[in-house]
């Protein structure tokens, strides 16, 4: 069995919520960067020391298709890394966004079961579209399994990412989305998850450190 099939298996192939997860309640944290600025230090919010980081422009030159397409990335410690080079760039980067690693932080994550849920890169994180939600209708809550392998809600999608990404779930479309940055139930040392769009193929060859 694949990943992709196995991602299936274990939580089914729609992006509505699970009937074994209708009940649960489906209220959407509206976390603002701009009015709840992370604190410094915080690892998904700072370029932690160490490690030596793309600048925007040199990000843009770097993950720039090769002569036949392909972009030499990999993820490394739930960043992008550079194998040519040795350097790194945040979840979220835009060159790479254009070149379809579509990539983001999980918001809310305070107010949801974040430190319950495994969100080790590389394990499949659980996209359910909420049209229903008071607060947003294009709401995406992100969901990931515990230590006894039930379900639960991380956070969602932030408001920007989720409008385009509503319209195509909306139209049947299963996206499949991995962590590429989280911890193991009960640790927090990474800081708050972030998730990538891509294929479970994919993501084995970003984790292996291969080049991308």
Known sequence: MGISEWLRSVFGGSNRVPEQLSGSELTYALVDERRNPRPAGDPASDEPPGRP??????????????ERGNVH??????????????????????????????????????????????????????????????????AIAI?????SGQAVKVGYVNRGRARSLAKRMDAGEVV?????????PGSSTSGPPAVILTTGDRMVKLLSDADG
């Open 143 to 147: 969901w990931a399994l515990n230590r």
């Open 53 to 66: 980081y793309f600048s925007a422009d040199e990000a843009a030159d770097a993950f720039a298709p090769d």
């Open 73 to 138: 990335v990999a993820i490394r410690e739930g960043f992008f890394f550079h194998p040519p080079t040795g350097k790194y760039a945040p979840p979220g980067n835009r060159t790479l966004s254009k070149h379809g690693l579509v990539s983001f932080k999980v918001r809310g994550v305070a107010f949801y079961s974040a430190t319950q849920a495994d969100t080790s890169p590389g394990l499949p994180a659980r996209l359910v579209r909420e049209p229903s939600n008071e607060h947003d209708p294009n």
């Open 176 to 184: 499949e989305a991995y962590f590429m940055r989280g911890d193991r």
